[in-house]
């Protein structure tokens, strides 16, 4: 259990491995390597070392250190060379402590073991706030720096300091108690660090239903239906208690952060445009509904071709169709699932004098939604997928671990987020 | 919905996916559903499609066979299957459910035109109800001796083409007996399908770490320039299985090791090795470099398959802790049979990158263990500056190891000092496990193939010129083989790495067999 005295700052993390003097963690590491070496001789296990990237964790409190360090365990397919756990706090007098450990997890059985090192490092005062430059030494070279942010990305010199020497910044956008505020900080973000790429873990919870909406348009049958496409209808969970609140379990209520990058991703791939009018925009935080009038300015590009029976060969470009269009976020009230939880999506869609609705919906099954097209010709089958409402944090960071490069489509999306809220 | 033809767009949701694309609803009629081949991996295989969804909705079944089952009892009998074969389980009822609303049966023989026409009526009936837009894939899991009599009545009923949506077919190995048969095989397929249409699977083209092998020669800058006879000695490919014939004695009786794995599977892993780097990543880019290697083999004639083939068949012994009978004892096979189970051969591909380069294959039923392997062992360093030090006689050659399975992953060999005051120098691996390592768990072959099917893209099936190649080069062997007497077939114990004559074979080119 971790001890902290805030009088004497005599710090235990038994779970960290051993305390070590920060000029000395290297050699205590190679001692360690050694040791795991012992094993391979004696004909024990067989040491697996593939070395893909540094991953930095930096936590609010110890607390929240240990249990990030427990999820890495979910983590040994991507080869982390190094962890670095970073705890501070401004509060306490200056001081730096390091731990040190080998973690090991069986990959087959427990003959063959993947090993990586994770080194635990307290900066308390005013060396917090040189954390980016203490922790510098502990990276290995050659390989990127990925930084997990376990706080909301607040206006902090110790998160851009960090942020700067980071070849990509991993945050989780479902924790954002205002969203605008959240957004925005992460804006400023990119801005000021065109370097550094961006993930957020609340857009991985989004990708399954990304996933679903464009298998709609796979399909020949309904990709002219696209350019027709003039509501957009998303639900999101909340918890039965009204107002702006964090639940017992620590949720926030209501939480429309997915359903809004869910809303400017749409909003995005079907290139709509706000309207600048009064009342085009219906914006309820408290409650988690905003309504939003647009303007479908293209559809899919559509190049006509004559056929065989008509008069003409040639062709005309044809830009999709154009006119107005609805974005609605709702909140659902539904209890068997988290706050923020998407819940359904409808896309209607009108051309010509053709009607038809895309949706998924997930109904009281937390595990599948049922995804369905009607067509003015009648329903197709529908088909039930099967899509946990909640996704392991584990999961949904091993995901954004495996990316390189900035991610534009987030970031576009994000910035249309910011655009709809502002 | 407009009316006039047009060129589809780029759905804009995609942008940005993993999946680049999923199918369209499509129905897969399988010939032969009652078989071994679709319980064990084709509706696990959908299933599995299914559950990870890029099967669209509408997707559907038609098992097509003899036997007088009903939609139900197909259905029970798939959701048995699943629950026996899939690598998720258990099975997701509400996935099923959804899943198996879209399977259904057909009751025929291969030979009755009513069949295929209520075949026919059926596909046109999932169209409309289930929007399947005319597309349909046709697989062939049927004894080989079935295909022309299946093909020629899809044609006949006009199920090969339609007027909206696409066809495929495909077609399991054993493609042909020889080359005579292949020729003939292709020859009635192409009369009623385009090779574009055509899928011929080989499943091992569907495994990840095969994959891997180009990804892992061309993406990667410093091996290219090493990957040719000035810096390669010699190349092992090894397919080993520990088990037997597994009581389909009357199946392998007509084929034996050479048609079973080194007409297809071997000479497919030696392609992927030996092939120059295809212009673009594309399906007939791709062959057409493969079919390349094929043509430049050098082909085995007469008195060069005596010295460069070894065939033999395994006799009682001990596999995996248990004791299993000889070959010749097995149910099924004749007590005089000369089919292989067990074959080496040393091979040569005259080109410009691989002349003198010597390929090893071996292959092999009841050896000690299951093992695939590609291991590529380098020259010597040109310059002994260890000569007149201890460490004379200690230097190894690199060998670069892709193992497909298990294990799957890479290794390099290469020597290092040993700490000390002395020069010592010991040979270390650097080892990548590639399926541990991507815990992820890794899609089965026939997922992805039968994806890339119903995607459209053949980059992983055979193609005809390809298939003929590969018959080409096996018939010169298959030939010899005839005209010898039977002692030339050897017999090895059972749990042991093949017949002593395979490692003379080696040994007296100056190097043996490794020990996967």
Known sequence: MAKHNSADLEVSLPWAGKQVETTEVEEQLSRLWRLAADNVRIGQNMNVRTSVLNFVICAPDAETARQASALIRDLSSTHIARLTLLIFDTRLPSAVSTWVTLRSFPIISDLMRHHFEQITVMTTGSAAYASADIIQRFLKPDLPVYLWWLNDPAESVIFSRLAGISSRVIVDSNSFFAPQQGIESLLALLQDLPGTALSDLNWGRITPWRNLVAQFFDSQEYIPYLGGVNRIEIEHAVAPLAGHIRTEQGDISPNPTRALLFAGWLKASLNWRLVDAPLSRQLDPMTGSYTWQLTRTTGPLMV???TSDEMHGGRTGKLGYSGEATL?????????????TLCYLRLTSDLNTTHATFTINREEDADHVLTS???????RPRRVVSLAATQKVGQLLHDELEIMGRDQLYETSLRHVFEMLS | MPQRSAIEAPNPFREGLRIKQSPEPCVMVIFGATGDLTHRKLLPALYNLALEHPLPAGFSVVGFARRPYDDEIFRQQALDAINAYSRQKPVNPQVWESFASGIHYLQSNFYDPEGYEKLNNLLNMLDHERGTGGNRIFYLSTPPSQYPEIIQRLGAAGLNRNRKGWTRLIIEKPFGHDLASARELNRQVGKVFKED??????????????????VFRLANGIFEPVWNRRYVDHIQITVAEDIGIEGRGGYYEEAGAIRDMVQNH??????????????????????????????ALQPLTGRDVVTNTIRAQYGPGWVGGRQVPGYLEEPGVSPTSTT????????????????GVPFYLRTGKHLPKRVTEIAIQFKQAPLMIFKRSEAQGQVEPNVLTLRIQPDEGISLKFGAKVPGTDMQIRSVNMDFFYGSSFVREQPEAYERLLLDCMLGDSTLFTRRDEVEAQWTFIQGILDEWQNEPPSTILTYEAGTWGPQAADEFIWRDGHRWRRP
Do not use: C
């Open chain 2, 340 to 355: 292989e189970t067990y074959v080496a051969l040393k091979l040569f591909v005259d080109n410009w990158r691989w002349a």
């Open chain 2, 197 to 214: 249409q055509i899928y011929r699977i080989d499943h091992y083209l569907g495994k990840e770490t095969v994959q891997n092998i180009l």
């Open chain 1, 304 to 306: 006509s071709a004559a």
């Open chain 1, 373 to 379: 097209v009607e067509l003015a010709h009648g329903t």
């Open chain 1, 328 to 340: 609605t976020i709702r909140p659902r009230v539904q209890p068997n699932l988290r706050p923020g």
């Open chain 2, 266 to 295: 071997m000479l497919q892993l030696l392609t992927l090795v030996a092939m120059e780097p295809p212009i673009t990543f594309e399906a007939n880019a791709v062959r057409d470099e493969k079919v390349k290697v094929l043509h």
